[in-house]
Nanobody, 117 residues
Framework: EVQLVESGGGLVQAGGSLRLSCTAL????????LGWFRQAPGKEREGVAC????????YYADSLKGRFTIFSDAAKNTVYLQMNNLKPEVPAVYYC??????????WGQGTQVTVSS
């Protein structure tokens, strides 16, 4: 079972930056393609970014290209999401999981991101 622990969320002003961390437990981040998802209240969870474990290629949701960057640090067994130039939106909880098809058993508690205007 893939276990992942998210952290790094918080409250930030519009235009600011946050770096989210996703630490893998019981396996290495090179074993699977891992990515970030987010869910706002009353909305479906959506894919944000995905990092391939085979060739390092990345995928981003169209609205986030150029502002978000996904990368990993094998030494820390962690996948990160660097979020720059954040826009004021409805607060969302960010989760990491396997991608593009997440594992139902691997959803963690996520980390809340709130961007104020």
């Amino acid at each position: 079972e893939v276990q992942l622990v998210e952290s790094g969320g918080g409250l930030v002003q519009a235009g600011g930056s946050l770096r989210l961390s996703c630490t893998a437990l019981g396996f290495t981040v090179d074993d699977y393609a891992l990515g970030w998802f987010r869910q706002a209240p009353g909305k479906e969870r959506e894919g944000v970014a995905c990092l391939s474990s085979t060739d390092g290629s990345t995928y981003y949701a169209d609205s986030l290209k150029g502002r978000f960057t996904i990368f990993s640090d094998a030494a820390k067994n962690t996948v990160y999401l660097q979020m720059n130039n954040l826009k004021p939106e409805v607060p969302a909880v960010y989760y990491c999981n396997r991608c593009p098809r997440p594992s139902a058993a691997s959803w963690g508690q996520g980390t809340q991101v709130t961007v104020s205007s």
